[in-house]
């Protein structure tokens, strides 16, 4: 269920009116929906439930880098959420924001020596390894600590996600993950050692996926893995099949994650009756999209109309580094009037004021809007603060979180100050 939607011609979050939150806060500036966040991580967190996975059995890790706002943070920990991070910085943000660090896993092809460190000290469930020479560099850093280290290596199951080539990644030409016909040899090192704990297995196909089929073929990949690791006495605790469930931005129906969860519950039960004797083996998931990206929107006013030779341009005060994904990925956001007119519509491209024809949010849009009014970039929850940059010393927006008809700020607009306090003349 949406909860931005029309009340008495203006577009709300929950039960707050955004002309409210603009009106307070000014814009640009990011609006999240409490309701909105909670039940996007319930549908996971209950489908685990449903199918007689609690607390041990499956373990929801939020993908940090989608949205990592502490109060998003804070609220997804109080769910029960676990986290996946990619960086130390992001780390430091679970902390901050009360998440359990005993719950993080570590994604990501880069790593360095402080990330491993800083990770260690906080003794983190464990570490998604992509390559030999990194399995080297965390086994050193455990031993300069004199603590091992629990590891899972991201395999490369080479299924095609059929999704957009820039956030596909488990197809063999990507650089993530560890070829599938490598992964055996590649355990053997791991379990070779001494300060690591081999403890389980993940990957990562893809974001905005539409069609769970694409995960199953990677989950029985999987599957043939864990099974042939156990052949040479590598036993596995855990499964990590990531994140990638898509959302709608348009007119694309997603699978619903209660199906998907319950398609992949189902094959995992089968397998593990038939080749475990029923011996469970923990699920973690890596949900990123899917739990926030409808969970905000940006609210952004319109500077200036331009009606030009065959284009018109609404020049609005968000722009391309606020939110990244139309100028990156051509990727295609709703866009809404905060308030609904009558007036004769027209056709629109959405612009920023940044000096690249690259900034734009939207293409050919027809809208009924005048100088002065707000509009709403919709499905902008992930994947569209955390992308945002400073290019053209423009601050960050601001970014409010809706409870009903309550809000709040969770995080101010940058000032200009903010931007260079850290440089020298
Ligand atoms: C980005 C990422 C995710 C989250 O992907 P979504 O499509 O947002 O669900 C999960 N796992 C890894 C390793 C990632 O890099």
Known sequence: MSHFTYVNGKLHAEQTALDRIAAKFGTPTYVYSRASLTENFLAYASACQMHGRGQQGALVCYSVKSNSNLAVLNLLSKLGSGFDIVSGGELERVIAAGGDAKKVIFSGVGKSRDEMRLALTHDILCFNVESIPELHRLNEVAASMGKRARVSLRVNPDVDPKT????????????????????????????????????????HIGSQLLDDAPLLEALDKVIELVDQLQDIGINLHHLDIGGGIGITYDQELPVAVGDYLSRLFTRIDNWRAARHNGKSITVLFEPGRSIVGNAGVLLTEVHYLKHGGNKNFAVVDAAMNDLMRPAMYEAWHGVKTVNERTAQAKVYDVVGPVCESGDWLARDRSLA?????????MSAGAYGMTMASNYNTRGRAAEVLVDGDQFRLIRKREKSSDLFALENI
């Open 369 to 377: 809007i005048e100088p002065g009014d707000l509009l709403a970039i």
């Open 164 to 203: 957009h080539p820039y956030i596909s990644t488990g197809l063999k030409e990507n650089k993530f993950g560890i070829a599938f016909e490598d992964a055996i040899p590649t355990y053997r090192v791991a379990a070779s050692l001494p300060q690591l704990d081999v403890t389980g297995i993940d990957c």
